[in-house]
């Protein structure tokens, strides 16, 4: 079973500023991978990115980046020049190997004020 | 790809009633998932199929929960009777199975349940 735990129940920040958003998760198995979704205003779950435990590479995509660190349990994600668009509910969620569904975290609610 | 499609989109019951709730995962999609979203209890796993078959039932919250998965194109969640704890987004959700690993989960736009 996973566990996850996303500390930061809110953030505000003003348009154009970056922002991290933390995840920290607990995990028995050896092969596991960690998701990122967004749930914007309207209320559907997008998904973002996908990491498999074997690969400690930071990411980048556009303004996102991810970074993960295997030492610290942590799978931080952060937006670059935010903007107002990026407003939403972000989860971040493990999965074990066994394709078993994923354990969401409580979500961090970003606002992006104009 | 018409993606996870979910009806009704949104339900108001009263209480006592029963509900059921419809799911189309994605076409070849073996594994179908659903989960419960609340602001208490934020999103929860309630039950999930491989193959049409429930692999773990463990959150659904009690018996008056029933998930079915007659077949790969089609499954409901029921609810009987409904209560007003019950009220939340219901979300199904669709992935290519334990066979193909850990895959992307593509999620339904969601059931919002009212049990008045």
């Known amino acids: 079973a996973q566990k996850v735990t996303q500390a930061q129940t809110e953030i505000s920040v003003v348009e154009k500023e970056d922002v991290t958003l933390d995840c920290v998760y607990e995990?028995?198995?050896?092969?596991?991978?960690l998701f990122w979704y967004k749930q914007p205003p309207s209320g559907e779950l997008v998904f973002l990115i996908r990491r498999n435990s074997f690969d400690e590479q930071n990411e980048i995509s556009g303004r996102y980046s991810w970074n993960f660190q295997k030492s610290t349990s942590s799978f931080n994600f952060t937006i670059t020049a935010s903007q107002v668009v990026d407003s939403a509910v972000y989860f971040c969620a493990p999965s074990g190997g066994g394709a078993d569904g994923l354990t969401f975290g409580k979500g961090t609610h970003l606002i992006i004020q104009p | 790809d018409a993606g996870v499609i979910q009806s009704p989109r949104h339900e108001v019951t009263e209480m006592g009633q029963e509900v059921t709730l419809r799911c189309k995962p994605i076409?070849?999609?073996?594994?179908l998932f659903w989960y419960r979203q609340t602001m208490m209890r934020g999103l929860e796993l309630l039950i999930y199929?491989?193959?049409?078959?429930?692999?773990?039932d463990s959150g659904m919250p009690e018996d008056r929960f029933s998930a079915k998965m007659p077949n790969a194109s089609f499954s409901t969640l029921k609810i009987q009777p409904s209560e007003p704890r019950d009220s939340a987004v219901y979300f199904c959700a669709s992935d290519k199975g334990r066979e193909a690993g850990a895959n992307v989960l593509t999620f339904g736009a969601g059931s919002r349940l009212t049990v008045l």
């Open positions: 076409s070849g999609h073996n594994s």
């Open positions: 199929f491989n193959n049409n078959v429930p692999i773990d």
């Open positions: 995990t028995r198995d050896t092969t596991y991978y």
